[in-house]
């Protein structure tokens, strides 16, 4: 008896991720999700260093300011509830010190352009193809930053605008690094305060401009993250509190998809050395001081070594 329909995933047979992939992690809240999981086994993994990006626009902004090395100055800040907000990032950068902003804003622009010329692969998740444009300058923004919802006016991104962003996000990225690895995905979390039905309006658009795009394409992907979840784990069981957001549970099963999908098969042993590893750092003995503990931690020391001298770059 079958109480699940599956979605067919192939496993990926070419650039597969491992131990020496330097993966890149950009768009909604769900690459969070997954961007913590690769940190958590220890992967060389860098996610939104301008904070999470909801809509194709506001990444494709980023990473053009990104390869062309933009300069924030005090012209692209806003002061809003006593605290300077770039249009560009989201609020989580923020802060009530504009040169604060504007060294975390120049710092992550730099960092990130050498971080593109390197990775192996690029995460890039969707959210909304709902936008806001700040009509004082017609400008499609990243984050509104609890401005007043009258200074912006509210857009639906059409699947032709879309594609017409991810494109352009292909093109700049391919222009510094020719053989990166890009993988796109929806997010599964649903944007329930645009409207159920404007949110399923939404996701159709950005996966309709998603294989727009991918079609035919060398080293582009889609990762079917939305899918997983809409139809595998189509029960509220699966949900935080909220109704919304996808719990533990359903991004573990998630990850689990996306492991198998683009994992290569010789890092099985590695990650289940890193989760052994990472369950023994959080463990909290009764007694500290006990030689059993003790013991316990010197086999833990022995285990951090082993991996050190495998990958110099992993840090516990």
């Known amino acids: 008896m079958k109480l699940q329909t599956q979605i067919p995933i192939k496993k990926q047979q070419h650039n597969q991720i491992d131990y020496n992939s330097k993966l890149f992690l950009v768009g909604s809240c769900f690459s969070e999700n997954i961007g913590n999981k690769l940190n ?7 996610q939104n260093p301008f ?19 933009k300069v924030y100055s005090e012209s692209d800040l806003v002061f809003q509830n006593e ?44 959210g909304t193809a709902w936008v806001y444009r700040f009509i004082d300058t017609d400008e499609i923004v990243a984050n509104c930053h609890k401005i007043p919802q009258k200074k912006f006016l509210k857009e639906l991104l059409t699947v032709d605008e ?7 996000i292909i093109v700049l990225l391919k222009s510094i690094n020719r053989d ?66 996808p719990n533990a549970t359903a991004i573990n099963y998630i990850w689990e998809k996306f492991t198998d999908t683009w994992f290569a098969e010789e890092i099985a042993s590695t990650l289940k050395e890193i989760d052994a590893i990472q369950k023994g750092i959080l463990h909290r003995p009764f007694n500290q001081n006990s030689a059993e503990h003790q013991q316990f931690l010197k086999k833990l020391a022995l285990k951090k070594e082993k991996i050190k001298v495998q990958f110099p770059f992993i840090n516990f």
């Open 40 to 46: 958590y086994f220890k992967f060389q993994a860098t």
């Open 51 to 69: 904070g999470i990006l909801f809509h194709p626009k506001s990444i494709e902004t980023f990473i053009t300011n990104a390869i062309n090395k």
């Open 83 to 126: 605290r300077w907000h770039c249009f560009d990032a989201h609020s989580s950068l923020s802060s009530s010190d504009k040169n604060e902003l504007l060294e975390n804003l120049n710092s992550a622009i730099v960092s990130t352009n050498n971080k593109l010329k390197e990775t192996s692969h690029i995460i890039i998740t969707l």
């Open 162 to 168: 879309i594609t017409e962003s991810l494109e352009a």
């Open 180 to 245: 990166v690895n890009i993988i796109f995905t929806v997010s599964p979390v649903r944007h329930l305060k645009d409207g159920f039905i404007e949110n399923t309006q939404s996701k159709a658009h950005l996966i309709a401009g998603i294989h727009n795009t991918i079609n035919a394409r060398k080293n582009i992907n889609y990762f079917p993250s939305f899918e997983l979840m809409m139809d595998e784990l189509r029960d509220y069981r699966f949900y935080a509190e909220d109704m919304i957001h």
